[in-house]
């Protein structure tokens, strides 16, 4: 089966032609932590985790590289141009890397809720200085970069003479210097447009590092350039990323890629739309910012009760990744509805008794939504079709179709591969199960805390014992006790 992508460079649809097959090299950004992951942060794992596992499932050896940006990220709304993991770090009187890591965490337990699987590789900013130094020298010694101060910067002009700077954003460099506003070292360069490589650090600034020019930290683009290069080599297949990145960010690593090795890296590259709130943007300034631990847990205005993992995941799904996604509690409400449907003919199955006859051909299940989505990620014709297969399902259990006992084993073999294995949906535990389970741990505490009261040591030891080996953690609190399940 030939799976087909839109590139944003060609804006066209392409064949999918690895450049050395099987092997499949896949580059994607990802987070910058220095904040709760949010929304924001769903759309691009659950669509690059969807092309990981159709990639797989055409037999691809698949090298995923997901970053982690620790380091150097400067933001435009930041009032003073201190790198936020910096001043956070400054302001709670904390290690920056310690910062960097709870974040980490939080994002990847985040990720793991949502059905994402873990990248090849998740290398860190911090970790590849080194190789961001080098890449610096070389753009300098190829002459597309020039030094100021301590910093350095990249010459989008002189580029712009010998390449095409612009050519995947579509944009020109007169409207780049009309867009463009005062920032940080700006006096620094020479262009409005010109973009850092290395930056001197403030004397304030507690994430530096030498180098041959100050101590300082590398420019943002530079650590996906360098990364890539280090993990994919020269050429790579598929770089992807939210649409929002694609200037300057993408834009930058292309410049830089060709800059140092007077050629591009990539072949395909792919982005994700945004998701919208209600209609609007999301952002902390407009007020409409949902974290995914809110979302889990329904604990934020905007929300009218909790929506599970798997619901933001089939939500997700169920729109083209090239498309926008609204979030309302409506839109959530009506895809928590279709994934229950399709978790209870998942469950239905089971419970089908197979007949001498078929009277239904299920040989194409698999294929149908494979080639939905080997058509450039198509998840919404994906769902409909395996929509078309629940209702088959469904005339199975009430009698009204039959299988026999090969057909029906088929059937159940490529329904889960579809819903588990390439959509990633899995079966969660329903809200009664999860409430008889969180009553009867409180009431083993309850039995343990008794215990401790009597100075029983050995019982209540043994109750944290046991619960630990079934992956309940307890935690002893001055006021009462934490659990949490593993
Ligand atoms: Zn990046």
């Known amino acids: 089966m030939k799976f087909r992508l839109y590139n944003t460079l060609s804006r066209t649809k392409e064949d999918f032609v690895p450049y050395n097959p099987p092997f499949v090299g896949l580059y994607v950004c990802g987070p910058t932590v220095y904040g709760d992951p949010h929304l924001g942060h769903a759309r691009p794992a659950v669509t690059y985790d969807l092309l990981f596992r159709l990639l797989k499932a055409l037999d691809y050896k698949v090298r995923y590289v997901r970053n982690i940006t620790d380091v150097g990220h400067l933001e435009h709304d930041s009032d003073d141009g201190e790198d936020k993991l910096a001043k956070k770090a ?80 579509g944009r020109s460099t007169d409207e780049m210097l009309s867009a463009t506003r005062d920032l940080d070292g700006q006096s620094d360069k020479r262009k409005s447009y010109d973009f850092a490589l290395w930056k001197k650090a403030a004397p304030e600034h507690i994430m530096r590092w030498p180098s041959p020019w100050s101590d300082g930290f590398p420019g943002w683009h530079l650590e996906c350039s360098a990364m890539s290069r280090k993990y994919l080599g020269d050429r790579f297949d598929i770089h992807g990323g939210g ?29 994700n739309n945004m998701i919208t709130i209600d209609g ?40 083209h990744y090239r498309s926008t996604l609204d979030f309302s509690s409506e839109a959530l409400s009506a895809a928590e509805k279709g994934l229950e449907r399709l978790m209870n003919a998942m469950a239905a199955l089971d419970k089908i008794t197979p007949s001498d006859k078929s009277t239904v051909d299920v040989s194409k299940l698999k294929d149908e939504c494979m080639e939905s989505l080997c058509d450039d990620l198509n998840s919404p014709v994906a769902i409909a079709t395996l929509f078309e297969w629940v209702k088959v399902v469904n005339q199975l259990h009430d009698g009204s179709q039959t299988l026999t006992a090969d057909d029906l084993e088929s059937l159940k073999s490529q329904f889960r591969f579809v819903v588990t294995d390439l959509l990633g949906l899995v079966p969660e535990m329903e809200k009664n199960e999860e409430e008889l389970i969180g009553g009867l741990i409180a009431m083993i505490l309850d039995v343990r805390k008794q215990a401790k009261e009597e100075k029983n040591w050995a019982v209540s030891d043994k109750i944290r014992d046991e619960l630990a080996r079934m992956g309940v953690t307890v935690k002893d609190r001055k006021d009462g006790t934490d659990w949490e399940i593993k």
Request: hydrophobic letters at 35%.
């Open 90 to 169: 400054r302001l709670e009187q904390l290690e920056p890397m310690e910062v960097a890591q709870y974040y980490t965490n939080r994002y990847r337990d985040a990720m793991k809720r949502l059905g994402v699987l873990p990248p090849s590789i998740e290398p860190q900013a911090s970790g590849h200085i080194i190789e961001q130094i080098e890449l610096v020298k070389q753009i300098l010694n190829a002459g597309y970069a020039y030094e100021s101060n301590g910093s350095v910067y990249f010459d989008v002009d002189k580029y712009n003479r010998d390449h095409n700077y612009g050519k995947l954003s």
């Open 243 to 271: 649409m929002d990145l694609i200037f300057p960010h993408h834009e930058c690593e292309i410049a830089q890629s060709t800059a140092s090795m007077g050629h591009e890296a990539v072949r395909y590259w792919m982005h």
């Open 280 to 319: 609007r943007k999301m952002g902390k300034s407009l007020g409409n910012f949902i974290t995914l631990e809110e979302l889990f847990s329904g604990d934020n205005e905007l929300l009218d009760k909790a929506y599970s993992p798997m619901t933001i995941r089939f939500f997700i799904l169920q729109a």
